[in-house]
């Protein structure tokens, strides 16, 4: 009997002590944190999923005196004069997303300096995570250039923790996560965005911070929630679960491209044979059946979505909300039918937008930034003025300048009609330069250059210089232009 227990033990002992390994919690931890963790958390076994070995850091470093003799491979070293290299070197921000960047430059790392009166100042990029930051260090100091070396060539210079994908399901976890199964094809990447670059979603459980609301404040967001009650006590929600699909869909997209939460905002279909469509002041964006059934395409609807989502990160509910108007007369009416503050001007905000909607100026400057919204999310802004010219013949036909309307008599719909073309002849050039980019396998380049359509639409030069050496780059390229990309990263 005694050789039995002893015998329990041992295994039992053995058990605890292999669990305990495979645990491997940060030796930093104070003694009582780690007595607190329970061991029996760890499902799955940090051996499952391999990590790789570190690398050496290459760096360059570049001021204003330099020939960028050992920054560009061949043969572009070659290929391209002094005042090119210049202009790529000093227009990073956009070429670090490309590619071809890798490719290029000899090192891992580029390190630009400049001075100040006080500082030695350092742009710092990354070729490999996709990453870049300032360094700053004291002008006073003798080694202020080493310094900034030190730190540019440090693993951990940018922040960056390393992900691994499921090529399946598409998304990017934490190394270790719980969550992944066993037969799981896992592919490692350096950093979050470079797993982005390749078309990559991060996983909410890993990084819930992505999918936060970040729409508004506390004031405004109730505001907005009694204001969408009001509004969907006007009209019925719609049930159309393929049309409801498609408004969410070019929605989505067109705040992922924007750089938004993916509930920044939400889109909803109403059921009404109106032609409309509004928002509120921190969404959610509203489109009927009947505005959705005059829209051809994909393009169209996302510039309807566009500029009613500009109209909310523009603030223009907000502006126009403090003004006098009908809809302040008719929501005194509705006081008694709300039981409390938000309510009342919660109604009254969606009677102010029914009624009046949005100023001259408001509505230009939504048709501007619905362009740019629905260029970044690679739609055809051009089809924006198509779809102002439908609405145009619509009311014309119908007579219906109904509730909640996109033609008020500020501004007349051909003065926005003639705004928009012009914008769009403006960046025709811009979506021509980010297609060449799509077309040659550099989707993040594409991505990049179509985000540039305001600084553009105000000076197209830079952006212009930079297709041309682009093309230069492309010409030169040892792959065919069919041939996808080489990944850098190994797959398990």
């Not at 940090?46 to 204003?64: F, H």
């Not at 002041?281 to 500029?307: C, Q």
């Not at 639409?457 to 041309?468: C, G, H, L, P, Q």
Request: some cysteine; aromatic content about 10%; glycine content about 4%.
């Amino acid at each position: 009997m005694f050789k039995q227990s002893i015998f329990f033990v041992s295994i039992i002992l053995l058990l605890s002590s292999t669990v305990r390994a495979e645990l491997q919690l940060p030796e930093d931890l104070p003694g009582d944190v780690k007595d607190s963790i329970p061991v029996e958390t760890t499902a799955v076994p940090q051996q499952e999923i391999p990590t790789q070995p570190p690398q050496d850091i290459t760096l360059s470093v570049i001021d204003s005196d330099s020939d960028y003799k050992d920054v560009f491979k061949q043969p572009y070293q070659n290929a391209l004069s002094l005042e090119e290299k210049a202009f790529l070197i000093d227009n990073l921000s956009i070429f670090a997303e490309s590619r071809l960047a890798s490719k290029v430059f000899q090192p891992q790392r580029i390190l630009v300096t400049k001075r100040d009166k006080k500082y030695l100042i350092g742009q710092l990029y990354d070729f490999k995570l996709l990453e870049n930051r300032e360094l700053k260090a004291p002008v006073g100091e003798k080694e202020s250039l080493k310094l900034l070396c030190d730190l540019a060539k440090s693993p951990r210079a940018f922040n960056s923790d390393p992900v691994v994908v499921n090529t399946e399901s598409k998304k990017y976890h934490r190394p270790g996560a719980n969550h992944l199964k066993r037969n799981d094809t896992i592919k490692h990447y350096p950093s979050a965005k470079a797993a982005q670059r390749d078309g990559y979603e991060s996983c909410t459980l890993c990084f819930p911070q992505d999918s936060a609301y970040l729409s508004g404040n506390d004031y405004e967001r109730k505001i907005s929630e009694q204001a969408t009650q009001a509004i969907q006590q006007r009209y019925r929600i719609s049930q159309d679960e393929e049309n409801i699909k498609k408004v969410q869909r070019v929605g989505a997209n067109i705040l992922k491209a924007n750089g938004y939460a993916p509930n920044y905002c939400s889109f909803i279909l109403l059921d009404s044979d109106e032609a409309q469509a509004l928002s509120v002041r921190t969404g959610p964006i509203f489109i009927t059946s009947g505005l959705l059934n005059l829209l051809e395409t994909e393009d169209e609807l996302a510039a309807v979505l566009s500029h009613e989502f500009a109209h909310i990160i523009l603030n223009h509910s907000q502006k126009s909300g403090t003004r006098n108007t009908i809809g302040d007369i008719l929501g005194a009416t509705l006081r008694y039918s709300y039981k409390n503050y938000w309510g009342y001007f919660g109604s009254r905000q969606a009677i102010n937008l029914i009624n009046k909607g949005f100023s001259r100026e408001q509505e230009y400057e939504a048709d501007e930034y619905a362009v740019y919204l629905s260029m970044a999310a690679d739609y055809s802004p051009l089809d924006f003025s198509n779809t102002l010219e439908k609405l145009e013949i619509y009311q014309r036909q119908t007579g219906k300048g109904t509730a909640i309307t996109w033609f008020s008599t500020h501004p007349s719909s051909d003065q926005r009609i003639k705004r928009v073309k012009k914008l769009c002849q403006q960046l025709q050039n811009l979506d021509e330069a980010s297609r060449y980019a799509q077309e040659h396998q550099d989707p993040q380049l594409a991505k990049k250059l179509r985000s540039q359509a305001k600084e553009y639409a105000k000076s197209s030069e830079r952006v212009d210089t930079f297709f041309k050496i682009y093309k230069k780059l492309i010409e030169r390229e040892d792959i065919p232009s069919t041939e996808n990309s080489p990944s850098d990263y190994q797959l398990y």
